[in-house]
């Protein structure tokens, strides 16, 4: 669980990052406070199914790929057509 949780956090602040969303505006958009998002995003916890799929809909990316540490080239990914996005 420890690199799941790992992985979800670099992914979150890859893709916040990539897009220029400050946290912020992420935690506020998506319901939850800054101190959960940052939480989070440095891997001190790791989100309930419902705030995964809210991620998902949120990051507009399967939620194999939020947890994915292959960069969506794992079996998974390949099989769902889930790219580098």
């Avoid at 979800?8 to 602040?13: D, Q, T």
């Avoid at 400050?22 to 959960?36: D, N, P």
Wanted: with cysteine.
């Amino acid at each position: 669980m420890e690199s799941t949780r790992k992985n979800l956090a670099r992914n979150l602040y890859t893709w916040r990052e990539k897009n220029g969303v400050k946290m912020e505006v992420a935690a506020r958009e998506l319901g939850v406070s800054t101190a959960t998002w940052g939480h989070w995003e440095t891997g001190k916890r790791f989100p309930a199914l419902q705030h995964l799929s809210c991620l998902s809909q949120y990051m507009q990316v399967p939620i194999c790929r939020l947890i994915c540490f292959n960069s969506g080239k794992c079996n998974d990914c390949r099989e769902n057509n889930v790219g580098d996005s």
